[in-house]
Structure formats: structure tokens, C-alpha cells
């Protein structure tokens, strides 16, 4: 079901698009990567259509598979019925429409296909940068609303996994069964391969989901997000399958001390580097310092890493409108590792706001 709310966020990216257009002095814009077409026009055929925006048009360009989805989705849009080239199609809009000046995804567009396709079109071309992912950095209030959706849907399907959580299960199983509790939610599909590292495997912060079975006395680190209304959440536990050692005891209650320092300790015009430092602080003083290798978080919206980052060097401006994960981790080669993980927001009152309403932070022993 496509919203009136989709609509109006529509038309404040396309007019941000167009005011781009003017500032540069160009005529049009190739929007191709997936992520964009979506922010643009709300298109869902992920990977499988182009818009071309002018100073006063918008065109979709694609194939017969989503002929009829595009004129659903993306009503707004001329729809240019494509066959299957639709990068020949696309050039013909762009002399139907005599564009001499084209801004283009520099970002993300293939090497082979700028000298392929750009290159031979004869336009003056103009890379649009960092532009989209600057404008997709800070959200709007219907935007923050969906990724909150998508964090309730995974929190949920997380609570109704916990049953499946003893020794015996491998990790793959356990995933599974995970993202089938999300799917039958109503999640697209994971946001990314979902992450499970059990006992030793827990050192390692990304190990996705292996056949190893999962033991008694082990940590389980389930890190995994729901990609839902064209949003993403993340999320990691780290649970216990039997009494975990002293050590592991310790260590989760340094993560999770690190977590709610940085959360409580948020005040406005922090820089990323300065929210990092809250949470890395505690673990250095823990003596686990060495142990904490990643950023403490990272921007998430369309895509599951977008736009923030909260890291040691980083100089950005923590800003009204962002989410960005808040992820402090410890991982000890040949012990394990703990990680918890949740997305937040700046409140109204200038504090930061849990997006992520998962119930646990507390010790699980299952
Ligand atoms: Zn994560
Ligand atoms: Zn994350």
C-alpha cells in the first residue's frame, strides 16, 4: 500500500533534487542506485529502474516486469516502457528532453558503465557526491517513524526466538528461525546476513551465522535487523546458553555499563568522536580497551550503515533527524565475545531517544 505520507516525502526530495539542479546549473539528473530510486519515487523493484529528474519532469525508466508496479508506485513519474534497454531508452529521454548538463551518481555508478554509457553520451557530466546521502543522513519525523516499525518487528520476532536459544541448535538454524519470525511479521527481508557467533566464534564482531552447534556455557552475539517499509533496523544481544564464566559475566557488564554511559551521557553538539569516547572510556578503563576494535555506531535508514558515523576520528555533528546505532563491543580471541547494539535518535529534550524498544539488557541465561 503506498501512503500519502510516501507522497509528501516525494515531493520534498524531489524538490531538494531539483534546488540541487539549479545550484549547479544543470539540466537533469540519472538517479540508478537502488537506494535512491526508492528515496525518489518510493520504486520498489530494487535495482530495476532509473529516473531521470528535469528543472520540470520526472520520468521512470523500466522493463515489463514492473510496468505495472511502476505505475502503482510511482504514479508521479512518466513511466518510459523500456523493453529490455533500458539505458537506450534512457538516452532517448535524454535528447528528447535536450539535456546538455547531466548530473550523474558518481558514488555509486560502475566503473565499466561510466565508460560505456556516461562517457559516450556527449553531455557535460557532474557527479552528484555525497548529496543523497548527506540529504538521507537527517530524517524526517515519517522516516524515523518507519525505522521505529522495523526495530518494534525485529524486537518482537527476537522475543519469539528465545525459545529456540539452547545447546544443541546451530547457529545457521538459529537464524533461521529468526528471520522467519521477521518474514512472517511482514519484513521484506533481513536488512543484512544476519549475524550469530557463538562461544569462541563471539570474538569475531561479524561472524554471520556458521553450522556450528551451540554449546552449553556458551555466549551467543545475534546481531540481525528487518528491512521493512523500505527501512532497515539493527539490533544485537548477546545471550547466554548456561552459566557463563566469571570472565563473560564481567565483560557483558562492562558492554552494557559502556552503552548506557554513552546514551546517558549524550549532550547537544556532540561530535561523533565525542559520543565514541564516552563508551570507549569505560571499556578502557575496564582493562578491555584493546578488545573494542569498531566505531561505537554508525547511520542507518535505507541502507543499514548510511550517513552518520561514531567513531574516534570522526568530526560530524550528531544532529537532530539522525539514527545512528549506539554498538560498544568486547571480543577476546579464544574466549568470546559480547556485543549490544540499538538504535537512537535526539529527542525533543535534547537527549538521545531509544528507537530500539527491545525489553532485555539484563544478563540472559537460557
Ligand atoms: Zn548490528
Ligand atoms: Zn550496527
Known sequence: MRSKVIFLEERRVVSFVRKYLEEKNCDAIIVSSWQNVYYCSGFTGYGDALLLITKDKKFIVTDSRY???????????????????????????????????????????????????FEKLGTELIGAGDTFLKARTVKTPEEIAKVEAACDLASAALERTFKYIKAGVTEIELAARLEYEMRLAGADKPSFDTIIASGVRGSMPHGTASDKVIEKG??????FG?????MCSDMTRTVFVGEPSAEMRKIYEVVKEAQQTAIDGYKPGMKGKDLDKLARDVIDEAGYGEYFG?????????????GVSVSPGSEQLLEKGMIFSVEPGIYVPGLGGVRIEDLVTIGDNGKLRMITKAPVKDLLVF
Do not use: P
Open 226 to 230: 528487518a528491512f521493512y517499509n523500505g
Open 294 to 306: 569498531h566505531s561505537l555506531g554508525h547511520g542507518v535508514g535505507i541502507d543499514v550503515h548510511e
Open 218 to 223: 556458551d555466549g551467543v552475539t545475534i546481531d
Open 67 to 117: 510496468y505495472v508496479q511502476a505505475e502503482k508506485q510511482s504514479g508521479d513519474y512518466t513511466l518510459v516502457k523500456s523493453g529490455a534497454w533500458s539505458l537506450k531508452a534512457m538516452t532517448d529521454v535524454l535528447q528528447q528532453e535536450n539535456v546538455k548538463k547531466l548530473v550523474y551518481e558518481d558514488l555509486s555508478v560502475l566503473h565499466t558503465m561510466y565508460v560505456n554509457y
